[in-house]
């Protein structure tokens, strides 16, 4: 069994991999033969769960956290237009 969000998370980091990996290229060439000879070590079911909930946690932590860096961003800017405006 692959649980939903531990896949998620898996292709994320595998498509990070892959994309770093090219040499410039705006077109990334992945093959079946490519694709077909990943092994992939997948833990019990209930690991699965536990590290995709973990993972799924971080990333609303990391979209709340980019949220509030956008509304400091915002502020900042009002700030400075009433002060030099």
Do not use: W
């Not at 980091?13 to 990996?21: F, G, K, Y």
């Not at 609303?60 to 009433?82: P, R, S």
């Amino acid at each position: 069994i692959f649980e939903k969000d531990f896949a998620l998370q898996f292709f994320e980091a595998d498509r990070v991999r892959l994309l770093n990996s090219t040499n410039g290229s705006t077109m990334i060439h992945v093959t079946k033969k490519d694709m077909e000879s990943k092994g992939i070590l997948l833990p019990d079911v209930y690991e699965q769960r536990t590290i995709g909930d973990l993972l799924k946690r971080v990333d609303h932590l990391i979209a709340a956290t980019q949220h509030k860096v956008d509304l400091l961003k915002k502020l900042k800017q009002g700030y400075l237009q009433k002060m030099f405006c």
